[in-house]
């Protein structure tokens, strides 16, 4: 079984396309509707996914280990990790599977950087994205990885009872390649495209994800 | 001088109030033993100190430092930031409780929804 995990925020105008379109490369789409004021879950449901709802927001980490839960609990084969605004191509997913399976690989990580698909805005390419790879992923994560803070990826069983994601808010981008690297698991990356509706994560967001990865490994 | 001994007045009736209270909390358990015996001591040492100003010097003098101002700065800097620290820690140990009380709910909902 082919799961896809849906993080979703008040996504109420794109989560109803992005599901439909999902149904027909993954066999359940699950959507994490996390404490969504607007009409996210009824929209989602409408579409045919299975909504987990939230009753507080949690941030989209804390969303994505719900999802994990569930196909844990599902015995899911696989779990693409896909965002609720439709930023990505769901024609991305089918090659990015068969690819993780021809790799042997334990998980897959999309990246906008290895294609000229992606419009990204040049101070994200330019400024954000060498100060995110150099001061804060390679330090934290150990990996070198083109665009660790890509939703797109796809994580095997195996990689799935690994990793347990415990950063709530944006930290889990560099979380799931640190614990990728500290649970042995194989990776690969793979081009997928982003389409920008709105510009992202501010450049501020970095230093709380410094913040958050400094604290949580004081956590048990 | 009459300012500086009301203020003396003054601090030693917090004091007392405050390891009263110290002592009121480590009654209904909301506070342990060496948190009560920390809070003890701190708030003796300071009543100490109030009444007896000089007694920072010979203490600060040990520590290579001047005058027991100075002293009382650094340490209650160190000791705020340590505590700032700690409290962080222990409001993200809390908001991951809070994340997993979130996600059991859910699934438990969509496992109920099913039978």
């Not at chain 1, 195996?158 to 042995?184: R, V, W």
């Amino acid at each position: 079984m082919f799961f896809a995990v849906v993080p979703a925020h008040n996504e109420e105008k794109r989560i109803g396309s992005v599901v439909r379109s999902l149904f027909n490369h993954v066999d359940k789409v699950v959507v994490v509707n996390d404490g969504s004021k607007d009409n996210t879950a009824i929209v989602a449901k409408e579409a045919g996914a299975t909504v987990l709802s939230h009753v507080v927001n949690r941030g989209q980490g804390a969303a994505l280990e719900t999802g994990h839960a569930f196909a844990r609990q599902h015995d899911a084969d696989y779990v693409l990790h896909f965002d609720g605004d439709g930023q990505f191509d769901v024609c991305d997913i089918a090659p990015a599977l068969a690819h993780l399976k021809k790799q042997k690989a334990d998980i897959l990580f999309g990246s906008r950087y290895l294609d000229n698909r992606s419009k990204i805005p040049w101070f994200k390419r330019c400024v954000v994205r060498p100060i995110a790879k150099y001061i804060v992923d390679r330090p934290f994560t150990g990996l070198s990885l083109s665009d660790s803070h890509n939703g797109f990826r796809i994580l095997t069983k195996h990689a799935l009872s690994c990793i347990h994601i415990t950063q709530d808010g944006m930290a889990h981008a560099s979380e799931i390649p640190y614990l990728t690297k500290t649970c042995g698991l194989s990776y690969v990356e793979f081009p997928v495209k982003v389409v920008y509706y709105e510009y992202g994560q501010s450049s501020l967001a970095g230093f709380k994800i410094i913040k958050d990865l400094f604290v949580g490994r004081f956590i048990r | 001088m009459k300012t500086i001994i009301l203020f003396q007045l003054f601090f030693i009736l917090f004091a007392l109030f405050a390891i009263v209270s110290v002592h009121k909390r480590k009654k209904d358990q909301s506070l342990g033993t060496k948190g009560a015996f920390f809070w003890t001591c701190f708030w003796l040492c300071s009543a100490l100190f109030v009444i007896w100003p000089e007694s920072t010097s010979i203490v600060a003098e040990k520590f290579g430092l001047g005058r027991g101002a100075d002293l009382i700065l650094y340490s209650s800097v160190a000791i705020i930031f340590f505590m700032l620290f700690r409290m962080h820690i222990k409001i993200e140990a809390l908001n991951r409780t809070i994340t997993k009380v979130t996600r059991d709910t859910a699934l438990q909902k969509e496992s109920q929804k099913k039978v």
